[in-house]
């Protein structure tokens, strides 16, 4: 009874044993609501479960990434290239919103006032208008204003922009065919060919990809411009009044004394930004882009399994969202670390190096 009472007394065990029953509780509420569910379903000879993954599919998937795919194969294997699809503009987003609103941020404090006013404009613009619009917007200009394939516009023969899409020339992998041995594997330089029938190419990103993108990373990297703002301001003016009489370069002075010292205060709202791109992606189903949710909705209007259809689209997505957040407080916690491990002075360390 004493270890009892030591135990209930103790601050850290009373909050896990309050997680434990709370955890308990939703496990309970869960197994009866899925119990319920799928009470309700068989009384209504309504199918349920997840064995339609293994049937085949039945339709094909206009663009892949790293796979291929025809109807042929299973359901499964389409929730697998709907889901490379969803992680190549997720991945493309992040980096492009990335870049691009670092460069924005710092133009937003900048001492001229042209880029000043530029960025301002350029923040104020992109973030007050839904990115519905802008993704509908974008769609619309690839698709209707652009040239034909059979008049696309050209870079140096190797880059073609047209209403198919922007083809650009890459590595690809020739298998050797078998039975022949004096035929070996290998990779050679695939560039897109131009002829009057349009261009051919083994790489090419479509318009529906390209829309997706841009709206993400344009609509995204005004959020993170801000973000760089404050935190760019929240570093002490002490701190660049050192580095300039030190002698340094504004360039030196914003590589190293304000944006190290700025990352502190960035990294959490960015992690928030990162997460919300990766979910605003699912928009791309309205422009016809072959992600996880547009195959969902394939899969769902075919098998008429709605419940595991969004079952696996959450599922995915949360775990997408663990990910990135788990990603990213291991980022924080490394940027804590290494202002911790230095001076809190950054241009004395310079001077030192020196």
Not at 195 to 202: A, I, Y
Not at 317 to 346: C, E, P, Q
């Amino acid at each position: 009874m004493n270890t009892l009472t030591h135990l209930w007394n103790h601050k850290r065990y009373r909050l896990y044993l309050y997680q434990a029953v709370v955890l308990i509780l939703l496990g309970a509420a869960l197994f009866w609501l899925g119990h319920n569910t799928w009470i309700n379903l068989k009384q209504r000879g309504i199918q349920s479960g997840f064995d339609f993954l293994s049937d085949t599919a039945g339709f094909d998937i206009g663009e892949t990434f790293l796979i291929t795919f025809d109807g042929s194969q299973t359901y499964w294997q389409a929730f697998l290239v709907g889901l490379l699809n969803t992680l190549k503009v997720s991945l493309c987003g992040l980096v492009l919103a990335s870049v691009l609103g670092l460069w924005v941020g710092l133009g937003r404090g900048s001492l001229h006032p042209l880029i000043k006013l530029f960025c301002s404009t350029y923040i104020e613009l992109i973030r007050n208008v839904p990115l519905m619009i802008q993704l509908l917007m974008w769609y619309v200009l690839l698709v209707e204003y652009l040239p034909p394939s059979t008049e696309p516009y050209s870079w140096f023969h190797h880059f073609y922009l047209s209403q198919e899409g922007f083809a650009y020339p890459g590595f690809i992998w020739l298998q050797s065919p078998e039975g022949n041995p004096t035929l070996s594997s290998h990779w050679i330089w695939s560039r897109p060919v131009f002829d009057p029938q349009g261009v051919h190419t083994d790489f090419n990103w479509s318009p529906e990809f390209l829309s997706i993108t841009l709206a993400l990373s344009l609509y995204t990297s005004a959020f993170i411009a801000e973000i760089v703002r404050a935190g760019i301001q929240s570093v002490a003016r002490g701190q660049i009044e050192a580095a300039q009489s030190l002698a340094l370069t504004p360039w030196q002075i914003k590589r190293w004394v304000v944006l190290p010292q700025a990352a502190r205060m960035i990294t959490p709202p960015l992690t928030n930004q990162y997460l919300n791109l990766v979910k605003n992606s699912s928009l791309a189903v309205v422009v016809g882009y072959p992600d996880l949710v547009n195959i969902a909705n394939t899969a769902l209007n075919q098998t008429g399994r709605a419940l595991e259809c969004i079952a696996i689209l959450m599922l995915v997505y949360l775990t997408l969202s663990l990910v990135i957040a788990w990603g990213m407080n291991r980022t924080n916690d490394k940027v804590r670390h290494y202002l911790k491990k230095g001076d809190d002075f950054a241009p004395l360390k310079l001077t030192q190096r020196a």
